[in-house]
């Protein structure tokens, strides 16, 4: 079965650009998570989606970023406009009804020069 | 606030040796506890998971839950190169979706 897919895997923008990152969940899997990592913060959560409502999006920093989940086999996050203080590793991840064995994608390395 | 601690390393065993890894929390509301590795690089696997008090085997690896002294750990017995990685703790509140993870211990065995 194929696991959690991300796209694109790396992406280098400059400041002030729109960047859109994509998200399959697994397959039955009905909660997704956006998760943003960096070595100062460690794995940060930024919101999760449950049968494809968000339930959470406290931890999204700033208005500049959005996360939306048309159906059941796909999300999105945008930033908008970028900044280099975005730059880190998105990784999405999904789990069946909650926060039980989540399991992540290949995470998307972002650049913002 | 959840918080979850982990010592950030580097931890150096030597090949064969066993590694413990060891993970405190804040929240006693905690009910579920994952350990994560991560290769550089990569993204968090999930390799091990406990919710009750005690010792859970699977095959190299023993993850260990006090809940009275909000400590978990995570026992890897003969060590491998392989296992050189960095480990995350990670715990979820009852009833809740959400994970919290520590910033991980880096791990590595040496040959």
């Known amino acids: 079965d194929a696991g959690v897919i991300q796209s694109p895997r790396h992406e280098v923008t400059e400041m002030g650009q729109e960047v859109t990152l994509r998200c399959k969940p697994i397959s039955g899997h009905n909660s997704l998570f956006w998760y943003r990592q960096t070595m100062m913060r460690g794995l940060e959560l930024l919101i999760y989606?449950?049968?494809?409502?968000?339930?959470?999006d406290s931890g999204m920093p700033e208005d500049r970023f959005s996360a939306k989940m048309p159906n059941a086999s796909f999300s999105t996050l945008k930033i908008q406009p970028s900044e280099p203080r975005d730059s880190a590793v998105y990784f999405c991840?999904?789990?069946?009804?909650?926060?039980?064995?989540?399991?992540f994608g290949p995470g998307t390395r972002l650049t913002v020069l | 606030q959840k918080e979850v601690e982990q010592n950030s390393g580097p931890l150096s065993v030597p090949e064969g040796a066993i590694a413990s890894l060891n993970c405190t929390y804040s929240d006693r509301g905690s009910q579920s506890f994952f350990w994560y590795r991560q290769y550089s690089g990569k993204s968090p696997e999930l390799i091990m998971s406990?919710?009750?008090?005690g010792d859970k085997e699977d095959g190299r690896f023993t993850a260990q839950l006090n809940k009275a002294s909000q400590y978990v750990s995570l026992l890897i017995r003969d060590s491998q190169p392989s296992d050189s990685a960095t480990y995350l703790c990670?715990?979820?509140?009852?009833?809740?979706?959400?994970?919290?993870f520590g910033k991980g211990t880096k791990l590595s065995v040496i040959p």
């Open positions: 991840a999904s789990s069946f009804n909650g926060g039980n064995e989540q399991f």
């Open positions: 990670a715990l979820c509140g009852a009833g809740s979706y959400q994970l919290t």
């Open positions: 989606f449950n049968n494809n409502v968000p339930i959470d």
């Open positions: 406990i919710y009750s008090n």
